[in-house]
């Protein structure tokens, strides 16, 4: 078998040739180099990885115990020559277990980069599954929120086609302006359906063309009446109480969808009865964080169009408001302190805490809450000014309402209720009679009980009316309108209230023809 001639270079044994000494004159030179140097003088293969040279090395220095002969030059350098057949030493296995190494570590490394995505898929299949479940809420609701708005719209057509089709039938004869009204209802229904393929998010001018057509619709009836021996009711006077207790709730309007997204199902939002110049209008939300208790955020507008776009928004933080029982009233916002009995007061032109004052007994921290968690201390506007309704030990757990001074915030009077807080949804003021709602079920809800102040007198009543979502959160009159501005599941809504007429205003305006 033929013979490897290997020169062992730069080490050399100042002490003898006896391989012990090389050796560690190897070590001494390898730690101060990091690597070696060995080389096939008859071409043979050569070795070049740092670990596996010193490896190599290293069994040259054991094999030259038996197999080394050397001389020593004048200088005291010791000169070795050693002789190996080929396979005393196996290369090729070395080569072969260097290649598997570095595959076992790329393989190392994929194993762990999979546990990496294991553990972030994991997470992600957690958002699928909460998305898959909203889902399923919504396709379970039959609608969706830009559906919804379309098919309001569509329910309101309809009603407005059989109302113009009754209106023809019981007019002699032909009506010009009857005709045109009814041609113009047949085409906006013609494109409300065209919009709603074309364009879902934009339904601003359809909305206002509803209205027109709702005045023209509204003054075609008052036109038929004035034939019609029925007596007349007063005119309706906003922001007075020329009008006895609520008779009735209209559908439904869904304006649009809270800023902040579906998540946010719990908050309150409205408009200023009273906006403080400049400002001519003043429209308001503000959604809860999604523990529907905290609220850190809230956004105004200054019109309509602002509020129904999302532009030339007022964006401000406050991190100390709980529940949804807020209000806006003379461009102030009204709101519990978070984790307290306090009433907070915010002027919203500097965005500063103006007054902040406890009310006196109240429960707190989901204390006798609304039906809804953390609905504890909800403040109210109606015709004369601030309310807030709450409960106490005293009251055991009973609704008392408190007339609160906008100025200081100082509870002027209280009346002490028989109704039981945590089995109502929601409550609200009108002309100084609170108005208690309950759940009826996922889609209806109930105006049941009445109490006023000026008489002490409190009744049950009933006066259903329907909801988009399950849960109501913030509820706000608004006495320049009579609309109820609603917080239902994270969608803002508004509700139209009638009134029953005073007994003076049937004596002073009532005619009959």
Request: proline letters at 4%; aromatic letters at 12%.
């Amino acid at each position: 078998m033929k013979n490897k001639h290997f020169s062992l270079q730069p080490f050399s044994c100042r002490y003898s040739c006896y391989p012990i000494a090389l050796e560690k004159q190897f070590l001494q030179y390898h730690n101060r180099s990091g690597f070696v140097w060995i080389h096939n003088r008859i071409g043979g293969p050569t070795i070049t990885h740092p670990k596996f040279k010193t490896l190599v090395f290293i069994f040259f220095i054991k094999y030259l115990a038996g197999h080394a002969n050397g001389t020593v030059d004048a200088n005291g350098v010791c000169q070795c020559q050693v002789y190996l057949p080929d396979p005393t030493f196996p290369v090729d296995r070395l080569e072969k277990l260097e290649m598997t190494s570095t595959s076992l570590t790329v393989s190392v490394e994929q194993q762990i980069i999979k546990v990496e995505y294991t553990s972030k898929i994991s997470v992600f299949e957690k958002r699928m599954h909460n998305l898959t479940v909203r889902i399923e809420i919504m396709e379970s609701s039959g609608l969706t929120y830009t559906e919804l708005d379309f098919e309001l719209i569509k329910l309101e057509i309809k009603e407005m086609e059989k109302l113009i089709t009754e209106l023809k039938g019981s007019l002699s004869g032909s009506n010009v302006i009857v005709e045109q009204l009814y041609i113009e209802i047949k085409n906006i229904s013609l494109i409300i359906t065209s919009l709603e393929a074309l364009d879902k998010n934009n339904v601003l001018a359809i909305r206002r063309e509803i209205l027109a057509l709702k005045k023209k619709l509204q003054e075609c009836e008052e036109l038929r009446n004035q034939t019609l021996p029925v007596p007349t009711k007063p005119p309706i006077i906003y922001g007075s109480c020329n009008h006895g207790l609520i008779s009735n709730v209209s559908q439904p309007s869904v304006v649009q969808l809270n800023w902040r997204g579906f998540s946010y199902i719990a908050g309150a939002w409205g408009k200023d009865p009273e906006p403080v110049y400049p400002r001519k209008e003043l429209y308001w939300q503000a959604p809860l964080n999604t523990d529907n208790r905290y609220m850190q955020y809230y956004r105004l507008y200054t019109s309509y169009d602002d509020f129904l776009l999302y532009k030339n928004q007022i964006e401000a933080t406050y991190t100390y408001g709980q529940g949804s029982g807020m209000v806006v009233y003379r461009n102030h916002l009204y709101f519990n302190h978070y984790g307290t009995r306090d009433v907070c007061k915010i002027d919203l032109n500097t965005q500063k805490v103006a007054v902040r004052k406890p009310v006196p007994f109240a429960v707190f921290n989901n204390r006798f809450s609304y039906s809804t968690p953390w609905q504890d201390i909800d403040v109210a506007v109606d015709e004369s000014g601030l309310w807030v309704i709450y409960a106490t030990e005293e009251s055991t757990g009973n609704i008392v309402i408190g007339k609160l001074n906008e100025t200081t915030l100082d509870i002027e009077r209280t009346w002490v209720t028989k109704q039981y807080k945590p089995s109502v949804s929601n409550a609200f003021v009108v002309c100084g009679v609170l108005y208690a709602t309950r759940t009826i079920n996922t889609r209806q809800e109930e105006i049941f009980y009445m109490y006023d102040t000026k008489t002490d007198q409190e009744s049950i009543i009933s006066i259903p009316y329907k909801k988009m979502m399950e849960n109501i959160y913030g509820v706000n009159y608004n006495p320049k309108d009579h609309k109820l501005y609603v917080y239902n599941g994270g969608y803002l809504t508004t509700y139209d209230l009638s009134f029953y007429p005073t007994a003076e205003a049937l004596s002073e305006d009532y005619t009959t023809n």
